[in-house]
């Protein structure tokens, strides 16, 4: 088969080497639990297996990324390698080159041990995942690339790690996108999961705002007043071309993407009053969803797309509310609370987050879609607003101008580990999460 | 002897003659001329009059003129810097309001060749999106309004801008009351 046929430029080959191991049962993380212990991991340093010069510093370099992702979910406690009672330089990658006594005693649970060999131009990355007191092997596996595509082999890798932990495959290749800017001006920017390597999608010196990944994470709609008032545009980030989704008179905001990819929910005002309709690409109306005066906008779909959460002000104040599409009821969700408005479901389906009027300002609250459980995450008393989930549904990413102006942030779902993303001038606002983009 | 005498007693008559007939002239020709120099004079200061009288009917024109369109400015600016205001989470239109509104439509009505488009704003205090919608409501509010007071709606436009366009960016009470507001640009 002829190399270039295959789309991506990075080829990775993903040989699964070793069955998961047996012994304890499969760790599960309850995601919503407000305590979370941290699992005790450490990361061996990686060994170069070969005698190219670029080997020991990639092997480093690598260990090290493997680290900052692990650390990034909250998840693990990452204990030094150098703790462990284990002759690193001795150690081998296997299983019979680890000594895990020389890891349990320190209290490490599991242990990542990797190889690195560069040949020509192309990297092969072994890397294990090891439970160390049953002393088995979790997972393996063999990764063979250019060489400069050993990031994304370790965020592969700790997508697996997550798999096994969570059940659900980590997020660490999405990416979040985000308007940024002033008052004179906002752009779209689409940077990776972790803050990193933000780069502008749009430049049209307007106002540009309100970005939503597509199911496939390759095409972003958003909101824009380039050609005079808003409308709802979407760009493929692979061509880089945009089209109009919708144009129409007066509003035309607040997508909502069906998990098809072909048709999106949004807000319309050309008829009167502000409401819900589905369209397709094409902007054509496929139906209206929303039939009520005053404001319906925030449409954000369940996962099985029979629901849909929603923002509406038909009780006085902006409160969400859920479409029931089997039966066509409308019930109120959120029932305490001034305000409530930007909800977002889940990708798991069992909770909604939103944001509310705090005691002050605006505050990130989830809730189960039957309206039980109601949890605060956020007690600045100030603006913490428009929330995304990531993928596998274990954090939230929102902005917040806890530190001044606004900026992204991010924490788990049980509102942990709450740390700022963007360190930009200007504001950044209304973040959204794609899927892995393999 | 004789004829001597009569021969000057002839020219002396001739030339008395002649010179009684030029000095007639003279006379003649100083009276024409004389009344020529009056017409000219009389004609420069009709002439002069007539420019100074057009001189200072244009002036009393451009003056005219002036103070009309400073006050068209002033009108205009008014319609244009006069915005009206809403409380929290509202698109209500105060008693203020409808007066303000009122006054729009009079000089809409007045400017019969003109037209308005409606900005609807909010302060930064909820999402993005619903202050979108609730600028639109805003927009629409006073559209509706202005129709009632007899301006077809052909000539008004609408527009919402959210919280995007901030007056005054102060986390304070009195700068997210600026920014709730509906702005009238004439076009």
Not at chain 1, 234 to 249: C, D, E, F, H, M
Not at chain 1, 405 to 416: F, L, P
Request: glycine residues 8%; proline residues 3%; aromatic residues 8%.
């Amino acid at each position: 088969m002829n190399k270039r046929l295959l789309q991506p430029i990075i080829l990775i080959f993903l040989i699964t080497l070793f069955l998961p191991g047996t012994g304890t049962a499969l760790i599960r993380i309850d995601i919503n639990s407000p305590g979370l212990t941290q699992f005790p991991v450490s990361v061996a340093p990686f060994k170069a297996m070969g005698s190219a010069p670029l080997e020991k510093s990639k092997a480093s370099e690598l260990s090290s990324l493997l680290e900052k992702d692990l650390d990034f979910t909250g998840y693990f406690k990452l204990i030094n390698p150098t703790a462990s009672l284990e002759d690193l330089n001795k150690m081998g990658i296997d299983k019979n080159g680890v000594q895990f006594k020389a890891w349990s005693i320190i209290g490490v649970e599991m242990l990542v041990t990797g190889g690195v060999l560069i040949n020509g131009g192309e990297l092969t990355l072994e890397l294990r995942l090891f439970d160390v007191s049953d002393q088995s092997i979790i997972l393996g596996k063999r990764y063979t690339g250019e060489v400069d595509t050993g990031l994304r082999m370790i965020h592969k890798f700790g997508n697996e790690i997550l798999r096994y932990l969570t059940g659900f495959d980590g997020y660490f290749l999405s990416k979040i996108a985000f308007a940024g800017g002033d008052h004179r001006s906002k752009d779209i920017y689409v940077m990776d999961f972790n803050g990193e390597n933000a780069k502008k999608a749009t430049n049209y010196k307007s106002i540009t705002i309100t970005p939503r990944f597509a199911p496939s994470g390759k095409e972003i709609a958003f909101v824009s007043y380039k050609d005079g008032q808003p409308n709802l545009y979407a760009k493929n980030l692979i061509t880089g071309k945009v089209s109009t989704l919708s144009a129409r008179k007066g509003l035309n905001i607040s997508p909502a993407w069906t998990a098809s990819g072909t048709e999106i929910a949004l807000t319309l005002s050309s008829e009167g009053d502000e409401n819900i309709y589905l369209i397709n690409t094409s902007g054509k109306i496929i139906r209206q969803l929303t039939k009520k005066w005053g404001i319906n906008v925030s449409p954000s779909w369940a996962p099985d797309g029979e629901k849909m959460a929603f923002v509406s002000d038909r009780s006085g104040n902006g409160q969400v509310y859920i479409k029931y599409f089997g039966t066509g009821d409308v019930e109120r969700l959120t029932l305490e609370g001034k305000r409530n408005l930007d909800p977002t479901w889940s990708p798991r389906g069992d909770r909604i987050a939103f944001s509310g009027s705090g005691k002050q300002g605006m505050e990130i609250f989830t809730i189960k879609p039957d309206g039980s459980d109601l949890r605060q995450l956020t007690f600045t008393g100030g603006l913490n607003l428009s929330p995304a989930w990531s993928p596998d549904g274990s954090m939230i990413v929102f902005s917040s101008d806890r530190g001044g102006e606004k900026a992204i942030y991010v924490m788990n779902a049980n509102g942990a580990n709450q740390r700022r993303l963007t360190f930009m001038d200007g504001a950044q606002e209304s973040p959204n999460w794609s899927v892995n983009l393999e | 002897m004789r004829k001597l005498l009569m021969m000057f007693l002839a020219i002396t008559i001739l030339l008395s003659g002649s010179v009684m007939l030029t000095s007639c002239a003279k006379e003649q020709m100083k009276d024409d001329q004389a009344l020529m120099a009056d017409e000219k004079a009389k004609k420069e200061a009709e002439e002069k009059a007539r420019m100074e009288r057009e001189r200072l009917a244009r002036e009393k024109a451009i003056q005219e003129e002036r103070l009309k369109s400073e006050q068209e400015k002033q009108l205009r600016a008014e319609f244009e810097n006069k915005k009206i205001f809403f409380a929290f989470d509202s698109a209500v239109l105060s008693d203020e309001s409808q007066d303000i509104l009122r006054e729009k439509a009079d000089f809409l009505k007045q400017h019969d060749d003109k037209k308005v488009l409606i900005e609807g704003h909010c302060d930064d205090r909820g999402s993005v999106e619903y202050n979108l919608a609730l600028g639109q409501r805003r927009a629409e509010a006073a559209m509706k309004y202005l129709t009632l007071l007899g301006i077809p709606s052909d000539r008004i436009r609408t527009i919402s801008y959210g919280k995007e366009r901030p007056i005054n960016t102060a986390n304070t009470e009195e700068a997210w009351a600026e920014n709730r507001r509906d702005e009238f640009i004439l076009e």
